[in-house]
């Protein structure tokens, strides 16, 4: 059975904490954007995005990049990689680029997503804000904001759902059936 880590109340907490954090963090929102991993990140992107607006009256822009292609374990899996949409419609060049994920686990992912975004242009700097940060990290990978930090035994998985998707914003701590 499903144990419910996060609900609809924690994630808006943790939105607003995290938003507020980077505009701490980087002096205000000058040169700032955002781009989320396909496809938990691109949804905390954009609201991300949507309470900066709030705080700061500033629209940045918000991008969503897809790195199904640079994962380092693709010709491992049995099936073909899902494709996604990569948008990012701005020039991220000389730019802090905040890079959004749902979930950080071993931190392949996010070096997959760190290489996709250099062929976009170079950034002046990386960050990376996440909702959970469950550990176990493979890379020497850490981020800048993270929403939750929930230890997880290697056996466990965090799921991530979404109102986007139709459903409750919540995080589930899921065990594996060994």
């Known amino acids: ?18 938003a507020h954090e980077i505009i701490e963090k980087n002096k205000g929102t000058d040169d700032l954007c955002l781009v989320g991993i396909q496809r938990g990140g691109v949804h905390i992107a954009e609201r991300i995005a949507a309470k900066i607006k ?9 991008g969503s990049l897809d790195i199904s292609l640079y994962r380092d374990d693709i010709g491992m899996k049995k099936s073909q990689p899902t494709v996604r949409r990569t948008d ?10 905040i ?12 070096r997959a997503a760190m290489d996709a975004l250099m062929d976009f ?5 990386i960050q990376l804000a996440v909702l959970v940060d469950r550990g176990h990290r493979e890379l020497p990978i850490r981020a800048d904001y993270a929403g939750k930090n929930i230890p ?4 466990e998985n965090i799921e991530v759902q979404f109102k986007e998707d139709g459903l409750e ?6 065990e594996n059936a060994g």
């Open 99 to 110: 890079l959004v994920d749902d979930v950080l686990f071993t931190g392949r992912s996010i």
């Open 54 to 62: 709030s705080i700061e009256d500033i629209s940045l822009s918000v």
């Open 88 to 97: 990012i419609p701005f020039n991220i060049t000389d730019q802090k680029v």
């Open 1 to 18: 059975m499903p144990k419910e880590l996060l609900n609809t109340k924690d994630f808006e907490r943790i939105i607003s904490r995290i």
């Open 152 to 155: 997880t035994a290697l056996d």
């Open 169 to 174: 914003d919540k995080v589930l701590l899921i």
């Open 121 to 125: 242009g170079r950034p002046a700097q």
